[in-house]
């Protein structure tokens, strides 16, 4: 006869078991489901030329012969660490370029490890060594050949990136300088001492959002600048908050805030003296910089 016991601390005991056991369940359910979402959202996009660089690159790092290659070695480091950067600013274009040059030292290195090695192996035919020499020479001038066309490639499209902003804020007198393009603006961006954008800025403001948005590869640096008039503290605070309502109202306008850098440099960088008011107001103004890699052309806009 089988005995079922059915006494209330028997019964208890097992509600709790059920209890413990289904909560670490759901509890290592949840936990694996938040992992998974995770990944998922955090999945960066694949860049096929980056991919291939860091392959090749860390190939002629591991070579025994590396030695021989040190300088291209390390420009094709320094090329993929730029990718590398690039793409996770998600800058797309800047990371396949870098790539690019990556993968053109890392052949270059190669060629010269092979170089080594057919040095190694071929000393007892001399004719052999020197045509193999040879060719290593060509394949070397080749690569460098390429090299240095993708980077007259690179000036150019930069040149003609200038020229499209040029063209865009062409009715705005813009000029050439040694920093770059600059586009001097004569509206009148804030009122005296403030920080919030008038409302006849905005024109102006949209002028330069759809300049950034024609040449998308461009990132940019704000930076606001006052006259000396007032204490260091307060000018240094009126130029980052004036850089940031640039900034701000670009982003309104479908500028991606990740091109966007906004910095307050004060009075410290004066354009003309500020014995005068007109030196003054020169020097009250915000400036936005252009930069693809490395500080490029700028737009510079006079402010009240």
């Known amino acids: 006869m089988n005995v079922r016991y059915t006494t209330p601390g028997y019964t208890n005991l097992v ?16 936990a694996a489901f938040a992992v998974a979402l995770g990944g998922c959202a955090s999945t960066p996009e694949t860049i096929g030329e980056l991919e291939t660089a860091r392959g090749v690159v860390a190939q002629v790092e591991a070579s025994p012969r590396a030695g021989v290659a040190a300088a291209s070695v390390s420009e094709a480091r320094k090329s993929l660490d730029r990718a590398t950067e690039a793409a996770e600013r998600g800058q797309v274009g800047d990371a396949k370029y870098h790539a690019n040059v990556a993968a053109t030292h890392a052949q270059i290195a190669n060629e010269k490890i092979l170089t080594a090695q057919a040095q190694e192996t071929l000393q007892s035919s001399a004719t052999e060594r020197e045509r193999v020499l040879a060719e290593a020479r060509t394949r070397e001038a080749n690569l460098a050949q390429d090299a240095a066309e993708a980077a007259k490639q690179r000036a150019a499209s930069a040149e003609q990136q200038a020229q499209a902003l040029e063209a865009q804020l062409e009715d705005l007198q813009t000029r ?57 503290d307060y000018n240094q605070q009126l130029s980052q908050e004036r850089a940031l309502a640039v900034q701000s109202a670009l982003m309104q306008r479908g500028v991606n805030g990740s091109r966007i850098t906004a910095t307050g440099k004060g009075e410290a960088l004066p354009v003309a003296s500020n014995d005068s008011s007109g030196g003054r107001q020169q020097n009250r103004r915000v400036e936005v910089i252009f930069a693809e890699g490395q500080p490029g052309p700028r737009v510079a806009t006079d402010t009240n």
Do not use: C
């Open 15 to 30: 509600y709790t078991n059920l209890v413990r056991y289904t909560t670490r369940r759901s509890t290592v359910l949840l």
């Open 176 to 232: 050439r300088t040694e920093r770059g393009l600059v586009l001097t603006l004569g509206d009148v961006l804030f009122d005296t001492g403030k920080s919030r954008l008038k409302p006849g800025a905005y024109a102006t403001i949209d002028r330069v959002a759809n300049a950034l948005k024609e040449v998308p590869s461009r990132s940019v640096v704000i930076e606001g600048h006052t006259d000396s008039m007032g204490s260091d």
